[in-house]
């Protein structure tokens, strides 16, 4: 149960082993592809941390890897993720641009303001990617972006909400525009957004019922339901912008994740919340975490019942030790145990512990 170093050698680096020209990604020896991406070790090396969504993960990874085989703004493709909090959404676009060495910007859909009204603009947003590429605009240009919580700015159509509607302005940027970026004071540069790797993504929480009308009650368990293919229509009814979805034509559904998956994140995942503890603990204090499945059972009841997936697992873990861990940092206790245990109970009373010798 500890965590070795993974060596990964990304398509940018291969490329240097081998003594291309190479920027960006861009292999002058391969049929002008900004990068050209191996979709098998790519893959393989988000299995081994996102859990749950494999067949997403190849559509996913095929959709970046033709979008990098482009130069031409007219292929570029853009997606729609659905999904419930903690499955996997934001990391895998995390995940993916950690892999390929590319910028990557997270970005929250509410904090877009409509036009005229105070709160952040594009400006804000067009800033930030650049800040993420380490302001170099053509890094920018050829990064991954993924506007979260889109659902956040869904209307319901009316004509207040119209008026107060976030969504236009994400719609030349979704299309791919040249905008002026403020990259020092007074002075801008041209950014544009035609070949940028761009991604939306939210929870859009019982779609079902504003599509269909349904009403809650025994029986409808739409936590467990089976995941659909969402239309454009289910989309627009929940309140998005169809000039905005027609923008994003291909959809992904997010399973929610269960607590066998949960299971695998804690003891197999090369991101677990649990290893990468064990691994701490291991090396600031040299002492091994010892816990039985019953602490790890618990561990996912907590998550599992706080319906927010992976995302709380890390949380609930820091805090069952956290008692502990300031025990073992006390100055008279250094170097002076070499197991922690921890139990079922720990978890929701962190003063249950023992610090063996």
Do not use: W
Not at 64 to 77: G, H, L, S, V, W
Not at 206 to 231: A, H, M, P, R, V
């Amino acid at each position: 149960n500890t965590i070795s170093k993974i060596s990964i050698v990304t398509p940018c680096e291969k490329a240097k082993i081998k003594g291309q020209n190479v920027y960006m990604g861009i292999d002058s020896n391969q049929n002008d592809y900004r990068l050209d991406i191996d979709v098998d070790e790519l893959n393989d090396f988000l299995s081994e941390r996102i859990y749950g969504q494999d067949d997403n993960l190849k559509g996913i990874i095929n959709t970046i890897a033709m979008n990098y085989k482009t130069r031409n703004p007219k292929e570029i493709k853009k997606a729609l993720i659905i999904g419930p909090s903690g499955s996997g959404k934001t990391e895998t676009f995390r995940l993916i641009a950690e892999y390929l060495k590319v910028p990557y910007t997270n970005y929250s859909a509410p904090d877009l303001s409509a036009v005229g009204y105070v709160g952040k603009d594009m400006e804000d947003l067009l800033k930030t990617i650049y800040d993420n590429a380490n302001k170099d605009i053509k890094m920018a240009e050829n990064g991954i972006v993924f506007i979260d919580e889109i659902d956040k700015i869904a209307t319901k159509g009316t004509k207040s909400d119209n008026a107060v509607n976030a969504q236009p302005q994400l719609l030349k940027f979704l299309e791919g525009h040249i905008y002026d970026v403020e990259t020092r004071f007074r002075y801008y540069e041209k950014l544009n957004t035609s070949l940028m790797s761009i991604f939306c993504g939210g929870a859009f929480e019982n779609i079902e019922l504003e599509s269909k009308n349904l009403q809650i009650g025994f029986g409808n368990d739409y936590g467990q339901q089976e995941i659909k293919n969402y239309t454009t229509q289910d989309l627009i009814n929940y309140g998005m912008k169809k000039e905005l979805i027609g923008r994003l034509p291909i959809t992904y559904v997010y399973n929610e994740l269960s607590k066998n998956q949960l299971k695998n994140i804690l003891l197999k995942s090369k991101i677990s919340p649990l290893l990468i503890e064990k691994a701490r603990l291991k090396r600031d204090f040299n002492i091994d975490l010892v816990c039985d499945m019953k602490y790890i059972d618990e561990l996912i009841d907590v998550a599992y019942n706080l319906k927010t997936g992976a995302r709380s697992l890390k949380g609930i873990i820091d805090k069952s030790l956290e008692l502990a861990e300031f025990d073992l940092q006390r100055k008279k206790n250094l170097g002076k145990y070499r197991e922690m245990l921890v139990t079922k109970d720990t978890v929701t009373n962190n003063k249950i512990y023992t610090l063996k010798k």
